[in-house]
């Protein structure tokens, strides 16, 4: 299973993306998730014959994106042991993917699946985020860091809770958190992307550009990244340097079939053409 853990991450990216005004994200995989498989030392295993074959269908089918078929192959690992507790959390983890929030967070709540484990609450506090149930997101995020505030996951939780600082209109603790999660994985593309949006927020351009060009420069084909620096060039005075990021974004747009961020961008292009920037 040497592709899952960039599977997990591929929704983080896409989330920060859902929460600020913004267009598709690339089809992308740009981040380590780093410890998931720490959590499988503290399931309690039980798996009955067939469970664990069925579970490992469906890990397979979820590193190669078919998260329903994923779906389909846990759902009977779980009906061959109910107490498998691997594909409970695993199961969470699909419908994380699917967009099922509701029931992820059920399958990360029951207890056998370790439910006050950090790793557990940081996922339930991305759904929770999802569902925009901010301060209950908080608190799972809040315990999953008392835990755990040193660790490549602890980095994700901090940066989770950034995004729910920011949802809640506190900036300044989200750029904290930004910082915490970066002292852990200094790399972390997802965290830059959401330190550069919190400058955005404060109108702090500068830091956010600076922010924003790594995360361009690691994820070339993330159409939001682009979108967002051109409007911190615009607004700072560099056309030219917007234009260009501007049209990035376009042609990311048009190959993604996005609407909405194309006739954003295109807009954003006639003005400054309009105005003589080249």
């Not at 994106?65 to 389909?72: E, Q, Y």
């Not at 301060?135 to 901090?158: G, T, V, Y």
């Amino acid at each position: 299973m040497k592709n899952k853990s960039n599977y997990l991450n591929r929704l983080y990216l896409a989330l920060v993306c859902a929460l600020i005004p913004a267009c598709a994200l690339a089809d992308e995989e740009i981040s380590v998730r780093g410890g998931l498989s720490n959590i499988k030392q503290k399931l309690i295993l039980a798996p009955q014959a067939g469970s664990m074959d069925d579970l490992n269908r469906g890990l397979a089918r979820y590193d190669k994106g078919d998260f329903r078929g994923a779906l389909a192959d846990i759902n009977k690992a779980i009906l061959k042991d109910p107490l498998n507790s691997q594909a409970l959390f695993y199961r969470g983890l699909v419908r994380e993917n699917l967009g099922d929030y509701v029931n992820a967070v059920s399958d990360f709540e029951q207890n056998r699946v370790a439910a006050f484990d950090p790793i557990v609450l940081s996922e339930k506090a991305y759904c929770q985020t999802n569902m925009y149930e901010l301060n209950a997101a908080m608190l799972s995020l809040n315990r999953a860091l008392a835990q755990d505030h040193s660790s490549s996951d602890a980095a994700i939780a901090f940066s989770r809770r950034a995004i729910v600082k920011r949802l809640l209109h506190n900036a300044p603790d989200a750029i904290n958190d930004c910082n915490q999660a970066l002292k852990l994985v200094p790399d972390s593309v997802e965290t830059k992307w959401q330190r550069g949006i919190t400058y955005c927020s404060m109108r702090k351009y500068p830091d956010a550009i600076l922010d924003l060009q790594f995360v361009v420069q690691s994820a070339p084909r993330f159409a939001d990244g682009h979108y967002t620096l051109a409007e911190c060039f615009r607004v700072t005075g560099r056309g030219s340097d917007a234009l260009s990021e501007y049209k990035k974004a376009l042609a990311l747009f048009n190959e993604q079939n996005n609407a909405h961020g194309k006739q954003s961008a295109q807009t954003k292009i006639a003005e400054l053409s309009k105005s003589g920037i080249k």
